[in-house]
């Protein structure tokens, strides 16, 4: 079809050169505090023995995942403000599109198995190094990665699949499913449907997962008889209960819902939470509220 668009070009940011320079500032210093954030959890759990644990070997999943997580997103941000690469061939938008969808499908399942592992550590205390030992935290965190990139393929596939005929400008400064389906001129329906089971199936369950973790662990909480007690075992959940509510309220908002093309203005906003400020956020949570990884530090 000699009509078909073959590239888009991302609107990004509109506004000033002044602004746009100041936004790229702003993602570059919030890029480079993610990285070294997120690579230094790694490396200190890699040189810390008394942190070689399961929770700390999520985590160190959780972070390894931001940096990628982030990358797929800021670099190509930063050449569409900056006006040096704000074209981006159909191919690549759909790699961009799969990756970043799967490996936020695999961060909501790896936030579900981490509050499993809480709710093992906290409800059944003296159990717990037997329970979740570490063939079963390899298989959990290995699930997790196979789950989040296998239910996103048939989604990119479909994605792949649809027609444009033009226009062939992204009002976004990434490649996603909302503003794909905005400008298909075939018909979206299957994408939406997808979308919407797939979201369900993911971002649902794995919060009910969670949910359901934590109404275990806080009724066992309260069951502690001692404030110290109740407050030390709180402190072990409390910077994953940080991550997973920032996380779960801004996923939920761009992905569950019955359809995809509306609020692409709003859309781009609650991205640029969800792929720049969280993945900062994550590793100055677990450090700072986390008294072994700073005795660790």
Same mark, same amino acid.
């Given at each position: ?27 570059? @210093?919030?890029? +480079?505090?993610?990285?070294? #954030?997120?690579? $230094? &959890?790694?490396? =200190?759990?890699?040189?810390? %023995?008394? !942190? ?87 298989? @959990?965190?290995? +699930?997790?990665?196979?789950? #989040?990139?296998? $239910? &996103?393929?048939? =989604?990119?596939?479909?994605? %792949?699949? !649809? ?102 203005? =709003? ?31």
């Amino acid at each position: 079809n000699g009509t078909s668009v073959e590239e888009f070009f991302l609107l990004g940011f509109p506004g000033t050169w002044q602004s746009r320079v100041s936004l790229v500032v702003v993602f570059a @210093l919030m890029y +480079s505090l993610t990285v070294i #954030g997120n690579a $230094s &959890i790694i490396a =200190l759990v890699w040189r810390s %023995s008394n !942190l070689h644990t399961p929770m700390y070997f999520f985590l160190c999943n959780l972070s390894f995942l931001e940096i990628w997580y982030t990358t797929g997103v800021v670099p190509k941000a930063i050449g569409v403000m900056l006006g040096t690469s704000q074209t981006i061939s159909f191919s690549v938008c759909i790699l961009q599109l799969f990756f970043l969808l799967s490996l936020g499908s695999t961060e909501c399942f790896l936030l579900a198995v981490m509050a499993y592992d809480r709710y093992l550590a906290i409800c059944y205390s003296l159990r717990y190094s037997s329970l979740m030992n570490s063939v079963l935290s390899v298989r @959990l965190a290995l +699930s997790s990665w196979l789950g #989040g990139f296998l $239910s &996103i393929s048939l =989604l990119a596939f479909l994605t %792949s699949r !649809l027609t444009f005929c033009g226009p062939d400008v992204i009002n976004h400064f990434l490649c996603d499913i909302d503003s794909c389906l905005a400008l298909s001129c075939s018909d979206t329906w299957p994408v939406e449907l997808a979308t919407f089971l797939v979201s369900i199936i993911v971002v649902v369950a794995s919060c009910v997962v969670t949910l359901v973790s934590y109404m275990y662990i806080i009724s066992s909480i309260l069951r502690i008889q001692t404030l110290h007690g109740r407050k030390k075992a709180f402190s072990t959940c409390s910077a994953h209960l940080s991550v997973v509510t920032v996380w779960y309220g801004s996923t939920m908002f761009l992905y569950v819902k019955p359809s995809a093309q509306n609020s692409l203005d =709003l859309n781009k906003i609650v991205n640029t939470f969800n792929t720049v400020v969280t993945p900062l956020l994550n590793p100055f949570i677990y450090t700072l509220r986390n008294k072994e990884v700073k005795l660790a530090l």
